[in-house]
T-cell receptor, first 116, second 107 residues
Framework: EPEVTQTPSHQVTQMGQEVILRCVPISNHLYFYWYRQILGQKVEFLVSFYNNEISEKSEIFDDQFSVERPDGSNFTLKIRSTKLEDSAMYFC??????????????FGPGTRLTVL | GQSLEQPSEVTAVEGAIVQINCTYQTSGFYGLSWYQQHDGGAPTFLSYNGLDGLEETGRFSSFLSRSDSYGYLLLQELQMKDSASYFCAVPSRDMRFGAGTRLTVKP
């Protein structure tokens, strides 16, 4: 069964450094998403991406964040200058739209980001 | 804005039935989804209600009442492996999740 993959599984970085989290969505999916989950808290929407541009973004997704689909398979989240509070699990998800906003999202296993 | 409210935790015994409620306030409502997340794992889709009423999938059922802005997830014949967090969510291009209900199943 096709699945969303993410690399690395765990990233440790120093405060102020840039990180790039990578995702490979399911191959025929068209919408891509990034979510964040701080330990013990709820899953928070960051951004959705469709047709090579951001579709929606939350208040969390400020100028420090950017997303890119550099080729036909990868979808990346870049955090330009990491802060301690960016430490969280980051999930990528994708969906194949069937015509509404009701499509099931398939989540990757997540990247645990630790900012020291 | 959007908000979804659900209980923070529920405890039940194996074999029992448990109901996890979710009330929501949201614009542009299309339906209500439920996701399961085991500790350290990713959310996985359980069910979706686009219309009022009950949707049944094996041991799990989900219900929606649009007029009451309310839904619930019903888990029957609880098993130890059902211990997880359960999130209601409003699916959209900026999908919002509830804070999650941590279900603990005891022997």
């Amino acid at each position: 069964e096709p699945e969303v993959t993410q690399t690395p599984s765990h990233q440790v970085t120093q405060m102020g450094q840039e990180v790039i989290l990578r995702c490979v969505p399911i191959s025929n999916h068209l919408y891509f998403y990034w979510y964040r989950q701080i330990l013990g808290q709820k899953v928070e929407f960051l951004v959705s991406f469709y047709n090579n541009e951001i579709s929606e973004k939350s208040e969390i997704f400020d100028d420090q964040f950017s997303v890119e689909r550099p080729d036909g398979s990868n979808f990346t989240l870049k955090i330009r200058s990491t802060k301690l509070e960016d430490s969280a699990m980051y999930f990528c998800a994708s969906t194949y739209p069937s015509g509404g906003s009701t499509d099931t999202q398939y989540f990757g296993p997540g990247t645990r980001l630790t900012v020291l | 804005g959007q908000s979804l409210e659900q209980p923070s935790e529920v405890t039940a015994v194996e074999g029992a039935i448990v109901q996890i409620n979710c009330t929501y306030q949201t614009s542009g409502f299309y339906g209500l989804s439920w996701y399961q997340q085991h500790d350290g794992g990713a959310p996985t889709f359980l069910s979706y209600n686009g219309l009022d009423g009950l949707e049944e999938t094996g041991r799990f059922s989900s219900f929606l009442s649009r007029s009451d802005s309310y839904g619930y997830l019903l888990l029957q014949e609880l098993q130890m492996k059902d211990s997880a967090s359960y999130f209601c969510a409003v699916p959209s291009r900026d999908m919002r999740f509830g804070a999650g209900t941590r279900l603990t199943v005891k022997p």
